[in-house]
């Protein structure tokens, strides 16, 4: 079955850079869109980028010029590059996979099929 493996997170200091990868095994469609949602403990599922396989993209103002989002089509696997990191990015990562383009409502954690385990990410100031 379709599994989603994320790797890349860590701790850093604040103004810091990680990267992200999540790659979707045995994933067969040919369009669809990867997501990354982050939670923080006692806060809700936030969306923060989603890019599809005809290469639009959506990002979150909490992260626009700061994180960015790529996707490797030919390696089925989602990147998120995260630079000048602050300690309110500290938060479970999740990626998620759903058939199809990205969507109008592509903050909705609904809409997507698969997801994976996270990743944690610690920023300290």
């Known amino acids: 079955q379709v599994q989603l493996v994320e790797s890349g997170g860590g701790s850093v200091q604040s103004g810091g850079s990680l990267r992200l990868s999540c790659e979707a095994l045995?994933?067969?469609?040919?369009?669809?869109?990867m997501v990354w949602f982050r939670q923080a403990p006692g806060k809700k599922r936030e969306a923060v980028a989603a890019?599809?396989?005809?290469?639009?993209?959506s990002i979150a103002d909490s992260v626009k010029g700061r994180f960015t989002i790529s996707l490797d089509k030919t390696k089925n696997t989602l990147y998120l590059q995260m630079n000048n990191l602050k300690a309110e990015d500290t938060a479970m990562y999740y990626c998620?996979?759903?058939?199809?383009?990205?969507?109008?409502?592509?903050?909705?954690?609904?809409?997507?099929?698969?997801w994976g385990q996270g990743i944690q990410v610690s920023v300290s100031s």
């Open positions: 045995r994933y067969t469609r040919r369009d669809y869109c």
């Open positions: 890019m599809d396989t005809d290469a639009d993209k």
């Open positions: 998620a996979v759903r058939y199809g383009w990205l969507l109008v409502d592509w903050r909705n954690p609904s809409e997507y099929d698969h």
